[in-house]
């Protein structure tokens, strides 16, 4: 089991970027795959973007790829989502998700650990 705590979400005019970071409490974390999903008020939680365990798969969502990287860094057992030109539909409660020896996967029924979440507002 994995800890996750989630950080750098704020308001944020559209055209803007944030990084948000993901801190893992785990002796393993370079054996976890981390997806970023996010939840919109009145909208089911979405798949956002993963890397897989060993950072040879990335996904992204079709409306973030171009704008979003995703990263992970073993050495600080960190994860980041950098959201560049943020339009206000980025709105949401950003959440990072943990999936011991995953490939990435876009489903979040794979994920079992997860973070309290981030807020992310972007305004026109």
């Known amino acids: 089991q994995v800890r996750l705590a989630e950080s750098g979400g704020g308001p944020v005019q559209a055209g803007g970027s944030l990084r948000l970071s993901c801190a893992a409490t785990?002796?393993?974390?370079?054996?976890?795959?981390i997806g970023w999903f996010r939840q919109a008020p009145g909208k089911e939680r979405e798949f956002v973007a993963a890397?897989?365990?060993?950072?040879?798969?990335?996904n992204y969502q079709d409306s973030v790829k171009g704008r979003f990287t995703i990263s992970k860094d073993t050495d600080k057992n960190m994860a980041y989502l950098q959201m560049n030109n943020l339009v206000p539909e980025d709105t949401a409660v950003y959440y990072c998700?943990?999936?011991?020896?995953?490939?990435?996967?876009?489903?979040?029924?794979?994920?079992?650990?997860w973070g309290q979440g981030t807020q992310v507002t972007v305004s026109s």
């Open positions: 998700a943990a999936e011991y020896f995953g490939r990435a996967s876009t489903t979040r029924q794979q994920y079992r650990d």
């Open positions: 785990t002796h393993t974390f370079s054996r976890y795959a």
């Open positions: 890397i897989s365990w060993n950072r040879d798969t990335l």
